[in-house]
């Protein structure tokens, strides 16, 4: 069965830092681009950042770049997000998705997602 | 960056039509997605690349693209399609994806 699931999160306090994790079974990691998208609570999706197959692309909301770095481990068919700098608008449950294909941005499989909070 | 605008909600009566528009300047260069989310669940692609319904999507899930319009229509919809739905896209440049603030469907 083609799974996602996310690790990590947690409660933090702003401006510290935490990174959240995703592992992959199921199907060929290394083929796939992924993406994360994050829901704050009460509101609606909002896209957060993808990794090309390969991590030679990594491309981010302006919400995040510069505070945020998308990685992977393919022999380890895992993806990382590494939040720095975190403010209590990122408080949000976190997925990572699984791109259709390389030439498409559709979504096809997601995780169930992890809750990060930022709180004093 | 691009942005994409869906009314916050909609309501029909059950075996009525539903249909959520999604507009924005991605469109029509760039495809529209459509996930359906129920709460506590993860979010389901019922639509890609503006007309195609994934297997196992019912076949009264239909999308449409006009322009700058994208449309999400539930034909009979069903008590069990009551969900938030998003329209998903990606920007001009192709580096960034972007969702509608989504729509909350109520069919009663």
């Known amino acids: 069965q083609e799974q996602l699931v996310e690790s990590g999160g947690g409660v933090v306090q702003p401006g510290r830092s935490l990174t959240i994790s995703c592992a992959a079974s199921?199907?060929?990691?290394?083929?796939?681009?992924i993406h994360w998208v994050r829901q704050a609570p009460g509101k609606g999706l909002e896209w957060v950042a993808v990794?090309?197959?390969?991590?030679?692309?990594?491309y981010y909301a302006d919400s995040v770049r510069g505070r945020f770095t998308i990685s992977r481990d393919n022999s380890k068919n895992s993806l990382s997000l590494q939040m720095n700098g975190l403010r209590a608008e990122d408080t949000a449950v976190y997925y990572c998705?699984?791109?259709?294909?390389?030439?498409?941005?559709?979504?096809?499989?997601w995780g169930q997602g992890t809750m990060v909070t930022v709180s004093s | 960056s691009s942005e994409l605008t869906q009314p916050p909600s909609v309501s029909v009566s059950p075996g009525q039509a539903a249909r959520i528009t999604c507009s924005g300047d991605?469109?029509?260069?760039?495809?529209a997605y459509w996930y359906q989310h129920k709460s506590g669940q993860a979010p389901v692609m019922v639509i890609f690349?503006?007309?195609k319904r994934p297997s196992g999507i019912p076949e009264r899930f239909s999308g449409s693209s006009s322009g700058t319009l994208a449309t999400l229509t539930i034909s009979g919809a069903q008590v069990d399609d009551e969900a938030d739905y998003y329209c998903?896209?990606?920007?001009?440049?192709?580096?960034?994806?972007?969702f509608g603030g989504g729509t909350t469907l109520t069919v009663l």
């Open positions: 998705a699984r791109k259709f294909s390389h030439s498409s941005w559709a979504i096809d499989i």
């Open positions: 998903f896209s990606v920007n001009s440049d192709g580096n960034q994806g972007v």
């Open positions: 990794i090309w197959f390969d991590g030679s692309k990594k």
């Open positions: 199921g199907f060929t990691f290394s083929n796939y681009d």
């Open positions: 991605p469109f029509p260069k760039k495809y």
């Open positions: 690349e503006d007309t």
